[in-house]
């Protein structure tokens, strides 16, 4: 089977590559975009990065028919998602475990972003409250939290949400739909342009000098905003706790550790780099600003920024109760085959994924 050709597939692809490239959008392998061709429906291969679109073949070719026949009989295991790709897409690629609720949605076209702009909102315990109010006169609908994949394409069915033309996902990100790649991404436009605005980067640069690293597995995060987790005063209350969103659980574990600098740095930062991944992915250090693993997976520091973000954009919408992860939702994140499997897509030696 060969992509489809013609001007809705290019501007499909452009704009896939378009908000996969804007980190308020979409960071690392986050996020994916589908297009529906009559019965197959095109959708983003886990583990890929929507920034590559339009320069590589990331798109993969699934049995639409078959797939949402299967969701709307609530006959689907997560087990299944694989067995809908079809041949002739590209070698060694299997769809995104977010392919169902692509499929049960009626626009042609799908946009899933982690809009960091949206997760400030949605992490909030009186979110739906405000999103009423900012969203007004959009065709929207709040989906209180569930697990990716399955579980949430279920809970989209149930409620009816999938009927409208934007979703915003408790603790997740923004979906949008329309006939058209271009009008879905304006609806994304139109969301940011309410819930956003500039978010200022106060320190640019590591507040003193770094001791040697050499040898502790560790170096300095090039993202700046990294080293705004330790200089915003209101960013360093919540800069440990990073449950509030199921991709930076995945890359940095369910806290990030900081550190206070000493002569002993180096060696606790040998011992923290021993753990096992996820964990201790994001060391901040206090006075200095933010270190990453050596070994940590691609787009480690893309999720640090939009952390930073996220967390900058909470503060300047008054802060407030976050509603954040609890164990049992941790736990089946972390232990979630799908997500072991981005996740080796994204350790490539040569940095692919």
Request: glycine share 10%; aromatic share 6%; charged share 20%.
């Amino acid at each position: 089977m060969t992509q489809p050709e013609g001007p809705l597939w290019q501007e499909f692809l452009t704009v896939s590559a378009r908000i996969g490239l804007d980190i308020g959008l979409v960071q690392g392998a986050g996020g994916n975009s589908s297009l529906k061709d009559g019965r197959i429906m095109w959708i983003k291969a886990s583990g890929n990065w929507l920034a590559a679109a339009d320069t590589h073949p990331i798109m993969v070719p699934v049995d639409l028919a078959a797939l949402r026949e299967r969701v709307m009989a609530s006959e689907l295991a997560e087990t299944d998602i694989a067995a809908t790709t079809l041949s002739g897409g590209p070698a060694g690629m299997r769809a995104s475990v977010e392919t169902p609720f692509h499929a049960l949605l009626p626009g042609r076209c799908v946009l899933h972003v982690h809009c960091v702009d949206t997760i400030a909102a949605a992490i909030r315990v009186d979110a739906a409250d405000l999103l009423h109010d900012r969203l007004a006169g959009l065709n929207w609908r709040w989906q209180p939290y569930v697990k990716p994949g399955v579980p949430l394409t279920n809970a989209l069915r149930d409620s009816g949400a999938a009927e409208a033309d934007l979703i915003v996902l408790g603790n997740h990100g923004l979906i949008a739909q329309a006939d058209t790649p271009a009008a879905a991404e304006a609806l994304l436009s139109q969301v940011r342009e309410r819930l956003g605005g500039p978010v200022p980067s106060r320190r640019a640069a590591p507040g003193g000098a770094w001791p040697s690293l050499a040898g502790t597995g560790y170096s300095v995060a090039r993202v700046p905003d990294g080293n705004d987790l330790m200089f915003w005063p209101e960013l360093r209350a919540h800069a440990g706790n990073c449950v509030i969103a199921p991709d930076f659980v995945v890359f940095f574990g369910p806290s990030i550790p900081i550190l206070t600098p000493g002569p002993d740095l180096p060696r606790r930062l040998c011992a923290l780099a021993e753990a096992q991944l996820p964990q201790n992915a994001i060391v901040l250090v206090e006075g200095l600003g933010a270190l990453i693993r050596a070994d940590a997976m691609r787009g480690t520091e893309e999720l640090l920024s939009g952390f930073v973000h996220v967390l900058k954009r909470h503060v300047m919408n008054g802060g407030g109760p976050m509603r954040r992860l609890d164990p049992a939702e941790i736990a089946e994140l972390l232990n979630w085959d799908a997500e072991k499997y981005r996740q080796a897509m994204n350790r490539g030696p040569d940095g692919t994924g």
